[in-house]
T-cell receptor
């Protein structure tokens, strides 16, 4: 079945550092890929998405590229801020409406 | 603005009680979902509904049931709460592959 594996946290960075959170997937067919973010005390919200190979999703300075050859969708940001502290979830959507989530990576950014 | 609301942010119940968690969306979405979120396990799908009165089991349906009598409302029911159901419960609705989440209900069963 479909599955998502993302790097385990927690990740702690200083402000303005470069961020990478790795995500790889296993799926049949051509899934859509997503990154969701959960700020403290809130539900999840969509950060970015990509629906086909080589697509790049981007939002709020975050980027991720759908790499079919490596079955990856790594999240990157060039310069993180304290306000980026949150839990990040990689997810995929196959043929149904259901999403399959990774286990989440907690990011803490220190000033 | 898209909105998914959940009836309670925090809930404390006793073992054996029947518990209702309510979720309402105002976007006329066909699909609605219930997840539980636990540290180290991420989000796991309990049930989802693709239309009024239609439901499908997710990955961990045991101990739960659901009800969808109106399009905007999707209820999660714990028939007899147990301590291992202490968790964060998240509701979502979806349109065009994007899921919109409510703020969550943190349920503690003592």
């Amino acid at each position: 079945g479909n599955s998502v594996t993302q790097m385990e946290g927690p990740v702690t960075l200083s402000e303005e550092a470069f961020l990478t959170i790795n995500c790889t997937y296993t799926a049949t067919g051509y899934p859509s890929l997503f990154w969701y973010v959960q700020y403290p005390g809130e539900g999840l919200q969509l950060l970015l998405k990509a629906t086909k190979a080589d697509d790049k999703g981007s939002n709020k300075g975050f980027e991720a590229t759908y790499r079919k050859e490596t079955t990856s969708f790594h999240l990157e940001k060039g310069s993180v801020q304290v306000s980026d502290s949150a839990v990040y979830f990689c997810a995929l959507k196959g043929g149904s409406e259901k999403l399959v989530f990774g286990k989440g990576t907690k990011l803490t950014v220190n000033p | 603005d898209v909105k998914v609301t959940q009836s309670s942010r925090y809930l404390v119940k006793r073992t054996g009680e029947k518990v209702f968690l309510e979720c309402v969306q105002d976007m006329d979405h066909e699909n609605m979902f219930w997840y539980r979120q636990d540290p180290g396990l991420g989000l796991r799908l309990i049930y989802f509904s693709y239309d009024v009165k239609m439901k499908e089991k997710g990955d961990i349906p045991e101990g739960y049931s659901v009800s969808r009598e109106k399009k905007e409302r999707f209820s999660l029911i714990l028939e007899s709460a147990s301590t291992n159901q202490t968790s964060m419960y998240l509701c979502a609705s979806s349109f065009a592959s994007e899921q919109y989440f409510g703020p969550g209900t943190r349920l503690t069963v003592t």
